[in-house]
């Protein structure tokens, strides 16, 4: 089987909800992504075979295809250039990665971007249904869901919290966690680590145009009483908004090539693809299952936990890297070594990408091997994907 290689990854520097991206149109600021790493790469954009972008809330300024959209609002792709707009929740733009090296890998293509998009202040998650309901047009629970799982609304805060009673976590673990986050992405900005992997977006200030290249949410001088002392999601419960993702506004965009492709446009490989794996376990605890799908991944891949150098877990919310660490025994020095979504934001359809850009650059910058990113998602599903450094 054909080999799958990552020539870069790149993505958008977060925006809070109503923040510096909120003035630019989804579709603008996925088409910045695609372009900045057409530009980056140097790749011939008549080249590629397909754009496979991840968008899970597509409605209203994300509807009608946005992945074909963005190509045609991109200033480097050709109007001949395919793109398809996919939905696995949070792991979309990972699905996307994954999907474009399958293509690659079967030999089908031999250049495929894989990105994502979401912009939570423009289009509010959920609104994709939640319109629709209020509107008397179906629910998306049918008669047949309804029968296997009665009176359910599979609820991620509730999954969060069963994740919190089954491993035994208190809240002030969570809140430690969410510190570390906030620390950890902090210590990165300041150091410039996040500079090899940002695309510059331009926005409107009172002052004129500026570049946005810095991540909106971090706290720089983050508490453990001011986290602490955030409300409860629910009373009785122990989650809280600073021990949760945040809502994010970005894009991202990874270049995955064959060999021949590489050598055909003279391209230089950051890693490849070693492993992709997709499972799915409980819909009801639902944001447990990256637990389950690294064991099978690392078992693929002939690989112990120890192997990888780094590690990227989305942080949803505390409790799902913290229960990841717990049942693979992996180093949590290892892990979100730049910060994760708690501090960074988590824009939903553009997070696989995002943390592959992450997880590639970080992993250059520290001389690392292999690298292992893993999503929970809505519906029980989890992707993994293991990448060895060239």
């Not at 894989?114 to 509107?135: C, D, L, Q, W, Y």
């Not at 919310?317 to 693979?328: N, Q």
Request: hydrophobic content about 45%.
């Amino acid at each position: 089987m054909a080999t799958a290689y990552i020539v870069d990854a790149v993505r958008s520097a977060g925006g809070k909800r109503g923040g510096k991206l909120a003035g630019i149109h989804p579709v603008d600021l996925a088409a910045a992504s695609l372009d900045h790493l057409i530009g980056r790469t140097g790749i011939d954009p008549a080249a590629i075979d397909d754009v496979i972008m991840g968008c899970v809330t597509q409605a209203g300024q994300q509807a009608m295809q946005v992945g074909r959209n963005a190509v045609l609002a991109s200033k480097q792709l050709p109007q001949s250039t395919p793109a398809v707009t996919i939905d696995r929740q949070c792991g979309s733009s990972q699905q996307a990665i994954q999907f474009a090296a399958q293509a690659v890998m079967s030999g089908v293509q031999d250049v495929v971007i894989a990105a994502g998009i979401e912009s939570m202040s423009r289009v509010p998650m959920g609104t994709n249904a939640m319109f629709h309901m209020k509107e008397g047009l179906g629910h998306y629970k049918s008669d047949g869901l309804e029968a296997k799982y009665p009176g359910i609304m599979f609820s991620q805060f509730m999954g969060a919290e069963m994740i919190v009673k089954k491993h035994g976590f208190t809240k002030d673990d969570l809140d430690r966690f969410a510190l570390k986050s906030h620390q950890n992405a902090s210590a990165a900005t300041h150091a410039g680590a996040f500079k090899a992997e940002l695309v510059p977006i331009e926005i409107d200030t009172p002052e004129g145009k500026v570049l946005h290249l810095i991540d909106e949410g971090i706290r720089m001088d983050a508490t453990l009483e001011g986290i602490a002392g955030v409300k409860l999601v629910s009373e009785g419960g122990t989650i809280t908004a600073a021990s949760s993702s945040q809502i994010c506004d970005g894009s991202s965009a990874a270049l995955v090539v064959s060999e021949a492709a590489l050598k055909r446009y003279g391209l230089t490989p950051l890693a490849r693809i070693h492993t992709l794996t997709v499972t799915a376990g409980d819909p009801v605890i639902m944001l447990e299952e990256p637990l389950f799908a690294t064991d099978k991944a690392l078992q693929r891949a002939g690989l112990s936990i120890g192997d990888i150098d780094l590690y990227e877990v989305n942080e949803a919310f505390a409790p799902v890297p913290l229960a990841w660490l717990k049942h693979t025994g992996a180093d949590p020095e290892k892990l979100n070594v730049n910060g994760g979504a708690i501090a960074l934001g988590h824009p939903l359809g553009a997070s696989g990408t995002k943390l592959m850009a992450t997880l590639l650059h970080a992993l250059k910058a520290r001389g690392g091997k292999y690298g292992l990113q893993t999503m929970c998602e809505g519906g029980g599903v989890a992707n993994v994907t293991i990448i060895e450094m060239c």
